[in-house]
């Protein structure tokens, strides 16, 4: 691309930029303080990146000049100092003033090292990344499975609601804090709400010889039944195989023609007829020959009347509050979901809670640029990307990007990052790791903390972890990207400018 040309197309877009920046601080009005430049910075992302931009990274390259590729946390400082080196190689002048309040490299990283040091209360880091464990319930009667957890390198203990009681957390909790006094390390204690289950309800299947079966045969092709839990279907009727849903949405909110996943994706269907208390579906793709009870449900083209909080969420609330550092928000999805928490919050007076976003569902994601802006009308935030659920939503072939997408969205807003779902899943349960999470694990040192699950050889899994970040570290910190037009970008900035 000839010079004059590259630099007349950059200088429209840093227009622009500028052009937004009255619709940027109506926007970010409400955005706490502590966070109202990196809410800037968020928004002049999603300008460029509504712009395909991958046309100017080889000419630029070859000028010796920025190529935008790793300008995520100083979007306008970036794109200013281009366009200005590109006017001095030109000797044509450059009348623009740099009067708009930015933020640079170094201020970028500083950034997202505070904001990160902020969610997770502490001062400084012995390593960037930080390394959060989800507790078996062996930690309840187990001191002694903690404090090794700790010397191996966890920095956070992950206590999931939707599995024990208070009983098993508030033992898991005094073995935390028996813990930190012994090898004294401070440990952060991070609690996830549960959300809505997305299940089906118990299955009892009676197969030809009479038996009855907690999980229901399914092959390709085959037509189903999905009922409501209360509808009065018998175990098997006439109409074929039932499978019935734990929350009663699953079938009031799905349409014909929606695509509906079971077990991690392993079984798909597609609704073909409704009624008002039953779905049918066609089975498209069958990678396993049964369905089973309580089994996860994901419906990735439905938009859902649930709400975030869950009656079971609300009443964990105020235990969440008494005992957690840091709280994870579970099926989480709009701006209007952010709220709801928020108002429960203030209820309780946590100002002291930190809060984790999850992002396990296309909702979520499509809707992440307003999710952090709302998200920061308080100090003390996170994501974490999901992976798992994210995958089944997105279909497999996607998550890479869509990480990615998150990852450069979060880094634009310098919010930290988790990274979290089968982290060396291998390596926990079994002893020996794959190749595969080994290298899934040099990526993840873009986060800011990474998430292992548990599995009996959770030691030597911690231990992997941290030495891998160690080094890791110190030869990375973000990668350059291609930087074509981001939907989630372009659908952000023609809804809320729908004129602009």
Request: proline share 3%; hydrophobic share 40%; glycine share 6%.
């Amino acid at each position: 691309m000839d010079t004059r040309k590259l630099v007349k197309e950059l200088s429209e877009i840093l227009a622009e930029i500028i052009d937004s920046e009255t619709f940027i601080n109506d926007y970010i009005k409400n955005v706490h303080p502590y966070y109202q430049l990196s809410a800037k910075n968020l928004m002049r992302y999603l300008v460029l990146r509504n712009k395909d931009l991958r046309k100017y990274h080889g000419p630029l390259s070859d000028l010796g000049v920025s190529s935008l590729r790793s300008g995520e946390g100083y979007v306008y400082s970036n794109l200013f100092n281009v366009v200005r080196n590109l006017h001095l190689i030109l000797n044509t002048p450059f009348s623009l003033k740099y009067d708009l309040e930015s933020i640079g490299y170094t201020k970028s990283f500083e950034l997202i090292r505070l904001h990160a040091n902020s969610l997770f209360h502490e001062a400084k880091k012995e390593h960037f990344t930080k390394i959060m464990v989800t507790l078996p319930d062996e930690a309840a009667e187990d001191k002694g499975l903690i404090k090794d957890m700790i010397l191996s390198g966890m920095e956070i203990a992950r206590i999931n609601l939707s599995h024990g009681d208070r009983g098993i957390w508030k033992k898991m909790i005094a073995n935390i804090r028996a813990a930190e006094k012994e090898t004294a390390r401070k440990i952060n204690i991070y609690m996830d709400l549960s959300g809505p289950k997305l299940r089906t309800a118990k299955i009892e299947y009676v197969s030809k010889k009479g038996k009855v079966k907690k999980s229901m045969p399914v092959e390709l092709g085959e037509q189903i039944i999905l009922a409501k839990k209360e509808a009065s279907h018998k175990k098997q009727d006439k109409e074929g195989k039932v499978i019935r849903v734990q929350l009663h949405q699953v079938v009031d909110d799905a349409k014909i023609g929606d695509t509906i996943l079971f077990d991690d994706g392993m079984v798909k269907g597609i609704v073909i007829d409704k009624k008002e208390d039953q779905l049918k579906l066609e089975l498209t793709e069958c990678h396993q020959s049964k369905i089973g009870s309580h089994k996860g449900i994901n419906l990735p083209q439905t938009q859902l009347n649930l709400p975030a909080l869950t009656k079971k969420d609300q009443a964990d609330l105020s235990f969440v509050c008494q005992y957690a550092d840091i709280l994870g928000y579970s099926f989480v999805r709009t701006a209007a979901d952010v709220q709801v928490l928020y108002q429960a919050l203030e209820e309780q007076q946590a100002e002291h809670l930190g809060i984790v976003f999850k992002i396990e569902n296309q909702e979520a994601f499509e809707h992440l640029p307003e999710i952090l802006i709302k998200g920061m009308e308080r100090d003390k935030i996170g994501v974490m990307i999901a992976r798992g659920d994210l995958a089944v939503e997105i279909g497999f072939e996607r998550i890479s990007e869509v990480q990615n997408e998150i990852l450069w969205l979060c880094e634009a807003a310098h919010i930290p990052v988790i990274w979290a779902t089968q982290v060396l899943e291998n390596l926990a349960k079994t002893g020996i790791p794959t190749r595969a999470e080994i290298s899934d694990v040099t990526l993840s040192v873009q986060a800011e903390c990474v998430m292992l699950n548990k599995g009996p050889n959770i030691l030597h899994a911690i231990r992997v972890l941290k030495d891998i970040l160690f080094r890791m570290e110190d030869h990375s910190h973000k990668k350059k990207n291609a930087m074509r037009a981001l939907n989630v970008a372009s659908q952000f900035i023609k809804k809320q400018r729908p004129g602009g």
